[in-house]
């Protein structure tokens, strides 16, 4: 994957987590008529889907604590398929590059000087075994 994209990615995890959390504590802040401090608290509590002791006193705050925990789970889970994409993405595309490596190998592609003189088609497969005997 592109690493543009990642950095893309990562950046807008990061814009959703402080947008979520930024008006999670001015909406808690204002409906509540909590202090600052307070109101933070209550939105990474919700958002994190931690879970209050204390349930809100009112029916609006009540719909911004749905809401916030709603938009953390899905934060959550677009983070969790971006670390998965990452993760595999460079599996995958580590084994497809090693996989067109040895099939160039086998092909004569990957050998171009004793192999390319022997001209036999066991040459390409005599150079993947040498290949393979001398990697780490």
């Known amino acids: 994957m592109d690493p543009l994209r990642r950095l893309r990615q990562i950046g807008l995890v990061l814009v959703a987590v402080s947008a979520t959390l930024a ?5 808690f802040h204002q409906i509540l008529d909590e ?3 307070q109101s933070f608290y209550r ?3 919700t958002a ?12 609006a705050a009540r719909a911004l604590s749905i809401a916030m925990a709603l938009g953390g789970l899905t934060i959550i889970a677009y983070a969790g ?5 990452a993760i595999s993405g460079g599996v995958i ?4 590059s090693e996989r067109r ?21 066991s040459a390409g497969r005599s150079a993947r075994r040498s290949w393979l005997s001398a990697r780490p």
């Open 23 to 27: 008006g999670g504590t001015i909406g």
């Open 35 to 37: 202090s600052w401090f």
């Open 43 to 45: 939105a990474i509590i």
């Open 48 to 59: 994190t889907l931690t879970g209050l002791d204390t349930v809100p006193r009112s029916d």
């Open 81 to 85: 398929a971006v670390i998965v994409e």
């Open 93 to 96: 595309t580590g084994a497809l």
């Open 101 to 121: 490596r040895l099939r160039a190998i086998d092909d004569g592609g990957g050998c171009t000087s004793t192999c390319s003189a022997a001209g036999t088609p």
